[in-house]
């Protein structure tokens, strides 16, 4: 269980674990949002079908809630929310500058959806 936790925080292959499932790190805009068509370390086939991650948008949305959730309640804790302005601005400036990452896991727990890991592939 941990082992997969940290396999989907460094957007790794679901199957193997070890390949990385996107094209180059999410914080390179150039490739923002680019996935490998096969694993480098498995060879798994990551796009089952066309638009397969389209599914991860909601996942997505959900990771942000949850952040966005977190960070109030940050914030509330350490009796630094002082005005909604000022926690509505940190709140999105947090965000905008984790979007690219909570893309790219949010594709990463998508795919761990329909691929299992196989202890055979693990290198």
């Known amino acids: 269980m941990f082992s997969n936790l940290i396999s989907i925080l460094k957007l790794k292959c679901p199957r193997c674990r070890n390949g990385n499932l996107l094209v180059k790190h999410p914080y390179r805009l150039n490739y923002f949002n680019k996935v490998n068509d096969n694993c480098p370390n498995c060879r798994l086939h990551f796009k089952i ?7 991860s948008m909601y996942i997505s949305y959900g990771l ?11 914030l509330f804790l350490l009796g630094i929310a002082d005005g909604m302005l000022q926690i509505f601005v940190i709140i999105t400036l947090n965000l905008l ?15 761990s959806f329909f691929f299992k890991f196989d202890p055979k592939f693990k290198i």
Do not use: D, R
């Open 64 to 74: 942000g809630v949850g952040i966005s959730i977190a960070i109030y309640l940050i």
């Open 97 to 111: 500058v984790l979007m690219p990452y909570i893309n790219a896991l949010s594709k990463v727990i998508w795919a």
């Open 49 to 55: 079908e066309p638009s397969f991650f389209y599914g």
